[in-house]
């Protein structure tokens, strides 16, 4: 096993730099610069160069093996966050023989000690990537190991049901426990329960990590560019801005009370003459669609709207205006009933992020989902009293368990891992 | 001095023996079988009954290889029962009671007549060793037989040790001598060796038992065979009695526990959870206050009576009082006592899955002396053994059983992997891929790859051929003719009426169909198969969808078994893995990712590990 190393804080000026050293040989990269390292160790040195001279005066620290980040033997290198500094001291490591690490190398080394599961790392890589409050606050959880351990619990029972099973087979001419069938019953219905309460918030938990999306639809010329830049210009951060995939879908990333929130503004809705606004006005179509929410603007109380959810928003634009405010209006210009507006998306859009499960990803809820269905499956057999075939029932009970299985990364780890560890930048 | 020389020599005429011998025999290689006495081959020491759960399957597996032990069972088999004959097709495990002289004697007959087999009777006392290879066996009276592949098969017989209360006997089994002189060889070789115990129960004297008074078990009406080219037993069928301990029976047992030789601790070998002794059970299962006891007739013709489910090393004395105070075994008299036996038994792990040493080309291990229990176990590990011995005999590429294919597959592997901690005997849910390896099926699943690496006769293959051929016509034919769901449903099959358009087949597949409700269906040529080969479709049918998905985890189990180790790693020495894994891995030296992968309390962050040590290795293969 490689020694490796890396900058683990961000490239550029700093008050400090942190330089990670990961391996079974870590505690020599001290010596490389003239420091002597006891395992456990921390102490301000002097860092000298090759033939001698001074690099800079750092603070070093040394973790042993499974007390450390990675699990291995691990140095760290607090220089001044000069990137001259920062590159000298990697120049150095490189001469020693330490190799540079590859993007999500540190992490993929603590999965590969044990010292993380696979949801953890990736609660780890969101923790990381966190922008708002609620992403943070969910990420933490799963790196916390919330999901290992609700997986344990489950596992756990469905484990016991099989084993209950495979000993009606096994030992049928034994002294078998009488009847297993209600015991089995019992726990596969917890476990179907659980695992089908926790599927159905991961979907809005994804919507956590990756962000909401808000959409504004209406006529052109209804006002819905303009309160998009109200949007984006008022207190809400703006984190980032970029053209959509089309001319005519503009997006801009906010934090909206610590949910992260995709505004697309689309293009206004009409009987386009000519090709490309009629791609255009399709294109927003489908985007506005397939969108969380939808803010509707209309010109006039007279003009007829369908919205496509319930939770959809109907405003009047233009809101300096209007006289008559029978229904809530806005206005992009003057800013009139932005902060309703805001409120309402706000209390929407958290009113379903407001359960506390722990499962965040796509697949996440698609390993969930499956392990339902196995369940499920097994429950309407044994309900129906259908348990001629025992070894039917075991192999389902077992699919179950290899889906669980696959949410904390014990099966299928190659794949897997190489779909999580392509999305690491280096220092991880 | 004598002297001979052979291809293949097979030490010991146990189940294990024989299998092996045969096998290498019927690959064509010169093999002999040394046993202490011709009279010795296939004695059943223990329970007069082959197959069972798991088991059964092993003897079918056998079979389908065109081994000797499912044919022989046929021929003796006096109470033929299919197990689990409720609980799905892949579950049930054919058994039977067994005659034991029939059964001796039809070995016997067997194996004389086996050509290119030679019976030696004779004790083996040395092995000869040429540097890191075996070339034959020094015999007791000096007699030398040269051979580069040995199979050792001794069963109990390692330092065994009996044990009567606190009477102890050196012996491998009652009666016979145990085999210290080869034990103290193989301890020359350096080999880990360990301590299993097993039991076995009082034989009784079936004129003094009181039939009249016991619940009777008969043998199934429609008998199912071992064989794949039996239809119908060959002997009488008779029925077993029942009797139950009772509370009496447990006390008697628990006030003279003392005197029990496992439990005075004179016992360091371990012995198996699933076949306690009665002591162990009245003492784990102390709320019980009855446990079931059968009483089986070891032959048609024989007094002496098994019965199963009371193994013990009480003194023989309580042992009569004991047996005496059950139903009907009111006047019993003991022919036997009972015994605990404990043996030496040679970490398997120190084995490739040909079941050859690793650090002796050439000596291969078969039967209870790699920690199993049971005949079934036994005769499988000496067929794996006597192939493997007859492709290196052969100069043949290795020949090697798959966990997806077969239990014997799933046997070698864990044994070789994990270890044994307790005797190993086989269970279904041992198989990972139990749906697909059926008792049913044994033979499509072996006997081409047996007739493909020569182990397979021509009676055999012929009877295999016409069978696959007429199951192949029908399967095609229920493939290729489609019913509507509506016609399906009027027929009694469990579909939606509104449901699309099916093949056959798949309503087949549905459970609770049977082929009578459909075969009106079919061309009038299909519709009367033989009986057989429909039951093999309805079965197949059944598991159809099942074994289809399991096609993709067959799959990746077999890139990691394609990913092979360095026989050189030195794991101790590879950071990242925890001192407890290092040690398994060290002692299993895993041959590929696979089995590395089933080790117990393996991770899969430490088998990534061990796959950047073979990416490492190729990697630095292709650079030089």
Redesign the interface.
């Known amino acids: 096993?490689d020694t490796i190393f890396a900058q683990a804080t961000a490239a550029g000026k700093a008050g400090i730099s942190v330089i990670r050293v990961s391996?079974?040989d870590a505690l020599s990269s001290g010596l490389a610069f003239g420091v002597r390292l006891d395992p456990i160790d921390r102490k301000v040195s002097r860092l000298l160069d090759g033939d001698g001279a001074l690099i800079d005066i750092a603070f070093l620290l040394s973790f042993k093996?499974g007390h450390s980040f990675t699990?291995?033997p691990v140095v760290e290198f607090h220089t001044h966050g000069s990137q001259v500094i920062v590159s000298r001291v990697l120049n150095r490591l490189s001469e020693a023989g330490f190799r540079p690490a590859e993007p999500g190398e540190f992490t993929?080394?603590a999965?590969?000690?044990?010292q993380l599961d696979?949801s953890q790392v990736e609660g780890l890589a969101d923790l990381i990537d966190a922008e708002t409050e609620e992403q943070r606050r969910q990420a933490v959880r799963v790196f916390d190991g919330a999901l290992g351990g609700l997986v344990e619990e489950w596992r756990s029972k469905l484990v016991r049901a099989a084993a209950l099973l495979?000993a009606?087979?096994?030992?049928?001419?034994?002294?078998v426990p009488e009847n297993v069938f209600p015991e089995v019953q019992n726990l596969l219905v917890s476990v179907h329960g659980e695992l089908e309460s926790e599927a159905e918030g991961a979907d809005v938990r994804e919507r956590v990590r990756d962000g909401f999306e808000v959409a504004i639809v209406g006529a052109p010329n209804t006002g819905k560019s303009t309160l998009l830049n109200r949007l984006a210009g008022r207190d809400a951060a703006i984190t980032s801005e970029h053209a959509g995939t089309t001319r005519d879908v503009i997006e801009v990333r906010m934090d909206l009370k610590g949910l992260p929130v995709t505004i697309l503004d689309t293009a206004g809705l009409r009987d386009a003459k000519d090709d490309v606004e009629r791609i255009g006005i399709d294109m927003g179509r489908k985007r506005a669609s397939a969108a969380d929410l939808r803010i509707y603007l209309l010109e006039s109380i007279d003009e007829p709207v369908s919205p496509l959810s319930p939770d959809d928003i109907i405003v009047l634009s233009k809101a300096d205006r209007h006289v008559d405010l029978s229904m809530p209006a806005v206005s992009g210009h003057t800013g009139l009933g932005m902060d309703d507006l805001v409120g309402r998306v706000a209390t929407m859009l958290s009113d379903r992020v407001r359960s506390t499960g722990t499962a965040t990803r796509a697949r996440h809820a698609a390993a969930l989902r499956d392990g339902v269905s196995w369940i499920g499956g097994v429950l309407e057999r044994l309900s129906a009293n259908?348990i001629?075939?025992?070894?039917?029932l075991?192999?389902d009970v077992?699919a179950a368990i290899r889906a669980l299985d696959m949410l904390v990364?014990?099966?299928?780890?190659?794949t897997l891992?190489d779909e999580i560890f392509t999305s690491f930048c280096i220092g991880k | 001095m004598k002297h001979s020389h052979y291809d293949v020599v097979v030490i010991g005429g146990g189940h294990a023996g024989v299998e092996a011998a045969h096998a290498a025999a019927r690959m064509g290689v010169r093999t002999a079988l040394v046993t202490l006495t011709r009279d010795s081959i296939g004695v059943m020491s223990c329970n007069p009954a082959i197959g069972g759960l798991g088991k059964g399957h092993l003897v079918r597996e056998i079979d389908a290889m065109d081994g000797v032990m499912g044919r022989v069972a046929d021929r003796s088999g006096i109470q033929f029962r299919l197990l689990n004959r409720r609980k799905g097709p892949a579950v049930q495990g054919p058994r039977t009671q067994a005659d034991r002289k029939l059964y001796k004697a039809a070995m016997l007959a067997e194996t004389e007549e086996r050509e290119g087999l030679d019976i030696v009777e004779g004790e083996v006392v040395d092995l000869r060793i040429n540097k890191d290879r075996i070339d034959g066996v020094v015999l007791s009276d000096g007699a030398e037989i040269t051979a580069p592949n040995v199979i050792l098969t001794t069963g109990t017989f390692l330092r065994g040790l009996i044990h009567i209360g606190d009477e102890r006997i050196p012996a491998g089994r009652m009666g016979d001598r145990p085999s210290v002189r080869l034990a103290e060889r193989l301890d020359d070789l350096g080999l880990a060796l360990g301590r299993l115990k097993t039991g076995t129960p009082p034989r009784l004297d079936g004129k003094t038992i009181d039939w009249g008074k016991l619940d009777r078990q008969a043998a199934d009406p429609d008998p199912t065979l071992f064989s794949f080219l039996h239809d119908k037993p060959f002997a009488r069928q008779i029925s077993c009695g029942i009797t139950h301990t009772n509370c009496r029976t447990h006390e008697i047992i628990r006030a003279n526990l003392a005197k029990s030789a496992m439990h005075r601790g004179q016992i360091e070998g371990v012995g198996p959870r699933y076949c306690p002794s009665i002591e162990d059970k009245i003492t784990r299962f102390a709320d019980k206050d009855s446990h079931q006891v059968f009483i089986e007739p070891e032959g048609l013709d024989s007094d002496i009576v098994y019965p199963n489910g009371i193994s013990t090393s009480l003194p023989a004395i309580v042992q009569e009082t004991y047996v005496r105070s059950m139903a009907g075994l009111e006047n019993a008299t003991i022919l036997q006592a009972g015994y605990a036996i404990e043996y030496d038994y040679v970490d398997p792990r120190c084995l490739t899955r040909e079941l050859q040493l690793k650090d002796l080309a050439g000596l291969f291990l078969a039967g209870q002396i790699n920690g199993t229990t049971g005949y079934e176990e036994a005769a499988a590990q000496g067929l794996v053994a006597g192939l493997a011995a007859a492709h290196r005999a052969l100069e043949r590429e290795r020949i090697n059983f798959d966990r997806t294919t077969s239990y014997i597959g799933v046997m070698v592997d864990d044994l070789v992997t994990r270890g044994v901690t307790e005797p190993y005997r086989m269970f279904t849910s041992r198989a990972e891929f139990r749906l697909a390896l059926r008792s049913d099926n044994a033979d499509q699943r072996l006997t081409p790859f047996g007739r493909e690496r020569g182990c397979v006769g021509d009676a055999r293959w012929r009877s295999y051929a016409k069978k696959a051929a007429e199951l192949s016509q029908l399967k095609t034919c229920l493939e290729t003719t489609s019913v509507s769901s509506r016609v399906l449903a009027e027929a009694g099959v469990n579909v939606n009426v509104d449901g699309p358009k099916r093949t056959l087949f798949d309503a087949l597949s549905i459970s609770g169909t049977e082929f009578s409700q459909i075969a009106s269906f079919l061309p009038e040529v299909n519709q009367y198969v033989d009986g057989r080969i429909v039951r093999q479709a309805e079965i197949d049918a059944l598991y159809h969808h099942y074994v289809a998905r399991q096609r993709k985890d067959v799959e990746l189990l077999h890139k990691d078994e394609a990913l092979r180790l360095p026989g050189d790693i030195d794991y101790v020495s590879l950071s990242g893995l925890s001192g407890e894994l290092a040690a398994k891995l060290e002692k299993a030296r895993p041959e590929t990712i696979g089995q590395a992968g089933r080790i117990e309390g393996m991770t899969p962050a430490a088998l990534s590990l061990l796959v950047a040590v073979i990416r490492k290795k190729e990697a630095r293969d292709k650079a030089s």
Not at chain 1, 111 to 114: K, R, V
Not at chain 1, 168 to 175: G, L, R, S, Y
Not at chain 1, 388 to 392: Q, T
């Open positions: 096993m391996g079974p093996a699990g291995e993929r080394r999965l590969e000690t044990g696979l495979e009606t087979i096994d030992f049928a001419d034994e002294d259908d001629d075939n025992v070894d039917i075991a192999e077992r990364g014990r099966v299928d780890v190659e891992l």
